[in-house]
């Protein structure tokens, strides 16, 4: 087996977690800056404030991204940085960083994979509803116009959106990402006017660079049940509704023109943002898809009482559909530091189902996957064989479901520097290269000179 030539080796970070300097050169507030500062919401109280300070030490960054042969770069833009309030006014300083950031790439040849929304929604939308407001699909629209504008010389593929089910879930119903909140019906408005914020940001694209590619970065899993259960038992519809919204709300939105009729059937709470057209919008052609692969979702089917099979989802929120009757199944593999499983496998039947599954389906990249792993640094050096296997393992699923017919034409490792986990605060690490949070000093771990061997041999070191 082997990579494509042409195959495109990468790295991945977003704005966030690395760029620190929330409040240089006329940044706006975002809702992870308010999420943060709400106390008990983020691990030790940590916050996004400095990061690794990417904003101020740019260069030096740049330089270890050459060093490791990186073909690609796929960073995230940082919307109130551009448009401090959301809309209006423009922040030049802003785009002066990120037209620094690619023009530094480029000069490297790196290839700049800029995606247009990681999370970090201006706090003057968030006021206004945030996701919930049909409004700010407009809002994101103008600022993605804004912005492909500006670098559309220089950028030849966008992707709008990363992971909007985190942001749609995690974010409005289990509450444990901003904005933090816990209601079902916000969720799956929300979910609806990220899709249709897609959309609207494709037509952009095709508008303003008619070459460019036009993608969407989706957080995608397997999702079936470790243990049998009888055909009547309610595990199955939860199985089918949390397939519904991890994978197929998204999916058959963009490919089907449609949304899950197991999630339709829900009634209001989840029609309710819907209007006629909507999917028309959402269903625009897409020239890539990015998937971002952590672990299988897996579940277990409860028995006994009504209480106990009523047990929550992984979601965290007993209100959620698709919590009846189930639980999350005992990690396995070698578990993360996140108490994550380890399935390879998973990311090659992924790959392969979506090939079988979406007649339109574009070219696909794996655009983020990695592991947490704290490894002890010892005389200089910092030996995480885990994270080495782990990274070797999901190549190969990746090799084998490119033999298998599946497009795929390149991958991005998550992450490249250690940095802001999100609710963990700094406490997980995901970067093939150490950070020192104290000091700021960058350290590449074995995995980062593993993967630079990858690069160097496409892949013909994996064994």
Partial sequence: MSFPANFLWGAAT????????????????????????????VANGDTGDVAIDHY?????????????????????????????????????????????????????NITPLPTLYHWDLPSA????????????????????AVVVNKFKDRVDQWATLNEPWVSAFLGHAAGIHAPGLQDPAAAFSAAHHLMLAHGKAVQVIRDVAPKAKAGIVLNLAPVYLTEPAPDDHPAHQSIKLQDAMLNRWWLDSMFKSNYPEALLNLGDMVTNSIQDGDLAEISRPIDWLGINYYQDSRSVPVFGNEEAVQALDSTGNGAMPGDRGIRMADPVGEITDFGWSTTPDG??????????????LPEMYVTENGCAYDDPMVDGKIEDSRRIEYLRAHLKSVEMAIEEGADVRGYMVWSLFDNFEWAEGYRQRFGIIHVDFDTQVRTLRESAHFYKEVITTKGENLG
């Fill in 14 to 41: 977003s704005s966030y977690q690395i760029e620190g300097a929330v409040k240089q050169d006329g940044r706006g507030s975002s809702i992870w800056d308010d999420f943060c500062y709400t106390e008990g919401r």
């Fill in 125 to 144: 939308l968030q006021q206004i509803g945030g996701w919930t407001n049909r409004e700010v699909a407009d809002h994101f629209a103008e600022y993605t």
């Fill in 347 to 360: 990311l090659r039947r992924l790959l392969v189902m979506l090939t079988e599954d979406y007649e339109n």
């Fill in 56 to 108: 101020n030490r740019m260069p030096q960054d740049l330089d270890i991204m050459s060093e490791l042969g990186l073909h690609a770069y796929r960073f995230s833009i940082a919307w109130p940085r551009i448009k401090p309030l959301g809309r209006g006014q423009i922040e030049t300083r802003g785009l002066d960083f990120y037209d620094r950031l690619i023009d530094g790439l480029l000069a490297r």
